[in-house]
């Protein structure tokens, strides 16, 4: 059964693809279109929170972060590799 998701497809000038979910914003890439859309799939499931656990403080502490200066709400990251993605299309 079809989830209704529209994923563009973009072959980089540097070589490999980059994929990106058109509803969530999600975008992920790979050497190849498989692995492109199986990075998306992983990506999603992140976001949408199907897969993976929250992070905690500890976990924070652990990889030398101050939890203090890491938000709690998520936002959209700055690439610009994406905005030129948007620009070719």
Do not use: K, N, Y
């Not at 973009?10 to 190849?32: K, L, N, Y």
């Not at 992140?46 to 203090?68: N, Q």
């Amino acid at each position: 059964m079809s989830m209704g998701r529209e994923i563009r497809l973009i072959e980089e000038d540097r070589g490999g693809w980059s994929a990106i979910d058109e509803e969530t914003g999600v975008a992920s890439c790979g050497e190849t279109r498989e692995e492109a859309l199986e990075m998306l799939d992983e990506a999603v499931a992140l976001h949408t929170r199907e897969a993976g656990e929250p992070v905690t403080d500890e976990d924070l502490e652990e990889w030398g972060l101050d939890p203090d200066s890491v938000p709690d709400e998520v936002s959209v990251p700055e690439a610009p590799w994406f905005d030129e993605a948007e620009e070719q299309a």
